[in-house]
DNA sequence: ACCTGAACACCGTTCAAGT
DNA sequence: ACCTGAACACCGTTCAAGT
């Protein structure tokens, strides 16, 4: 008990020096608070307790949860990007292979960044993918040099990425806000990793098929 | 105004007869209540003041609000099963795409099925998937019958699965709460049936160098 | 401009009580 | 046994007011 301590024995008057609080704070804030809580049981109460502000001090920066949240994911994903390592591998196969496991993986350990980038974003569009993710460009234009038409290219792409999410939304269903129980018993979809590589290899099996005729014996530049 | 109204200005004291209401009957009601209403707003208070009965009535016979939604999804599941069409086709490869076709199309078409179906159930399980989807399972034995060994036969109904899933909670991310526009803007992933028709083709081509070689040429019995 | 405590209308769930 | 109104502890959001 340092001398510093409160004065009441009542709640401290003021918490925070005024100007001590911002977007990014509260921001950095909501994912320290979500690394032991999960994101379905965030509120706005409860994190303005976490940041100790007041809960409009939440809503000076932020208009609504929602957008809250939105933020989140648009953090998350840029670090989802960044966290992509580099691609690896010679034969397209190979290379795309590594990107969808390296996509699953990081996803599948992190369970904030599964919800905030497999469930609550969407797909992106063939644009928005470019612009935003590095490494997603460059796979594309392995393909493409691979012999792949840049459609056929991006239909590959979205096809893996699609089925990458369904294995991910599969394996983490919706929360259940009363979960109580720590663990001990997965609800029933018994996955493992080798059921994931099965999708991706059968998937990349049939663009083997597609990619045309005149591309198929070609060197690695 | 009939004569038979309310004879107070205020609510009628007694809403409904006093056994009317039972689990089977608050089902019927709830999905009545989600034609207009999408689940997520989806309340207890609201639920029962359109069935005409207090909170509790509901409470006797759902224990809680999880309990209900998964009724919910085990009649949308059944009614979907119900709903799957006759399998068609000769070969094998027209078989599985008019299933995932159809799997597709009566989901897309339908966004209650689909949240209760395609969110909240993940995938299922070898023995639940053959034991409460009878199509499914004839399903798997045509594709037995065309050669696969059943262990490939059921990896490749989980990739198109998964495929399917993923694709339809694209179209149908996590619902804003706050959302009173009506429609009119899409979020960004403009998809269309084409876009999933590809995946599905490009998956049954892979599996179709998966085939055994010596179940390449085999007559349909 | 930034931040506060108190309030509003809701939610899921439970209680004590009625029939 | 079935069902009720009233309450509880929460939620997201907003208000009037402070600095």
């Known amino acids: ?97 590594e990107f969808f496991k390296n996509f699953y993986a990081l996803l599948a350990v992190d369970d904030l960044k599964c919800d905030l980038i497999a469930r609550r974003i969407g797909s992106l569009t063939y644009q928005e993918t470019i612009t935003s993710w590095p490494r997603a460009a460059e796979l594309l234009a392995g393909l493409r040099d691979a012999g792949f038409p840049s459609s056929l290219a991006w239909h590959a792409f979205f096809t893996l990425s699609t089925y990458t999410r369904g294995f991910l939304l599969t394996e983490r269903p919706a929360e259940d806000p009363a979960a109580a129980v720590p663990a001990a018993a997965q609800p029933s979809g018994v996955t493992v990793p080798e059921d994931f590589e099965f999708g991706i290899t059968n998937i990349i099996l049939g663009l083997r098929t597609l990619l045309p005729e005149d591309a198929r014996d070609r060197d690695v530049a």
Chains 1, 2 share one sequence.
Request: proline share 7%; glycine share 6%; net charge positive.
């Open 1 to 97: 008990m340092p001398p510093s301590a409160n004065t009441g024995s009542k709640r401290p008057r003021s918490r925070r020096a005024r100007g001590s609080i911002n977007a990014p704070g509260i921001l950095a804030g909501v994912f320290e608070f979500c690394r032991d809580t999960p994101v379905d049981q965030l509120s706005m109460p409860r994190l303005a307790a976490y940041l100790d502000v007041g809960v409009t001090s939440i809503y000076w920066y932020f208009k609504s949860k929602r957008e809250l949240l939105d933020a989140m994911a648009e953090e998350a994903l840029v670090s989802f990007y960044e966290s992509m390592p580099a691609l690896r591998g010679d034969a397209w196969e190979d290379v795309l292979r």
